[in-house]
C-alpha cells in the first residue's frame, strides 16, 4: 500500500493502549488499518536504546503496517509538559538529541511526515 492509498490511519499513542506498544501495530492491521502514526513513543526517552527501535520497527513491519506520521520527543506529551519546546533548559536539549534518531527511525520505515 502506497501512502496516496491510504485513506485513514490510527494514532497507536491514543488507541490501542489497552495493548503493549510492540502488539499495537498487529492490532491496527486486525482491526482493518493499513497505515498508523506515532507520538514519540519513549516519552522519557528521546534516544531510545537500539534494541527498542529494531523492535518497534520489526512490529511495524510483521504487521504489514506503514508508518505514516512520527512527532518527535515531546516529553509527557499526555501529561504536564504539552512538547519539550516548551520547558527552557533541559527538555529542549532532549528534543535536540531526539531530531537525528526520529528522523532516521523514520526514515528506515518510509515515513516522510515529522
Request: negative net charge.
Amino acid at each position: 500500500m502506497g501512502f496516496s492509498d491510504v485513506r485513514f490511519n490510527v494514532n497507536l499513542s491514543i488507541l490501542f493502549t489497552e495493548l503493549p506498544l510492540l502488539e499495537r501495530p498487529a492490532a491496527a492491521a486486525a482491526a482493518g488499518f493499513g497505515a498508523v502514526e506515532l507520538w514519540w513513543p519513549w516519552v522519557d526517552a528521546p534516544v531510545p536504546a537500539r534494541q527498542e527501535l529494531d523492535a518497534l520497527r520489526e512490529a511495524l513491519r510483521a504487521a504489514g503496517t506503514q508508518l505514516v506520521g512520527l512527532n518527535f520527543y515531546a516529553g509527557q506529551l499526555p501529561g504536564p509538559d504539552r512538547g519539550a519546546l516548551s520547558i527552557p533548559g533541559e527538555e529542549s536539549e532532549r528534543f535536540r538529541a531526539n531530531v537525528e534518531v526520529a528522523a532516521d527511525f523514520a526514515q528506515s520505515l518510509g515515513c516522510t511526515a515529522l
